[in-house]
Nanobody, 123 residues
């Protein structure tokens, strides 16, 4: 069965960095565009970053542009989110997702989702 498993979350001070990983299994990974989303308590889930099937194209939410970097390793079936210069407002549960629809920001086009990993940034 298709499974996406995130790891790397935790508690970090403002200004620090974290690297999230998403391991995929049960799907032809290189056929899918991948995205990272986040959801804070009381707020809607929002798009953070996306990457095309071969890593040739990326897109970032304005709130994280210049601070976060998405990348992928198709041989290892992994997608990463490097988060730098973290801010308190980055606190959320971060989830990875896969879609055959290409690199898009809309959450409803993603077919598969991981369970999420908590990121907490202290001020």
């Amino acid at each position: 069965q298709v499974q996406l498993v995130e790891s790397g979350g935790g508690l970090v001070q403002a200004g620090g960095s974290l690297r999230l990983s998403c391991a995929a299994s049960g799907l032809s990974f290189s056929m899918y565009a991948m995205g990272w989303f986040r959801q804070a308590p009381g707020k809607e889930r929002e798009f953070v970053a996306g990457i095309s099937w071969n890593g040739g194209s990326t897109h970032y939410a304005d709130s994280v542009k210049g601070r976060f970097i998405i990348s992928r390793d198709n041989a290892k079936k992994l997608v990463y989110l490097q988060m730098n210069s973290l801010k308190e407002e980055d606190t959320a549960v971060y989830s990875c997702a896969a879609t055959l629809r290409g690199l898009r920001i809309e959450s409803d086009v993603y077919n598969y989702w991981g369970q999420g990993t908590q990121v907490a940034v202290s001020s």
